[in-house]
């Protein structure tokens, strides 16, 4: 039987902790991948759209689970 996580209060105990515990006696089945963003953004641009355009994108988006701006970002590259 695996180990559930345990709560971790601030970020410090956190890095503690996966220093530390071998991961493999944890159940990670709940965990979900996240997807960092390192390149810095260089240029903004300004887009004009219709409002249901932007209506169908940021519905789009929240049903991926990332913010809209993030969504056409994905897209566009």
Request: glycine share 2%; proline share 6%.
């Amino acid at each position: 039987m695996k180990k559930k996580l345990p709560r971790l209060p601030t970020d410090k105990a956190a890095e503690d902790f996966v220093a530390t515990a071998d991961l493999t006696d944890y159940d990670l089945s709940r965990m979900t991948p996240m997807r960092f963003e390192f390149q810095p953004k260089d240029r903004s641009i300004t887009m004009r759209l219709s409002e249901s355009l932007f209506a169908a994108i940021r519905e789009e988006a929240d049903r991926s689970g990332m913010p809209y701006q993030r969504f056409i970002r994905k897209a566009l590259e």
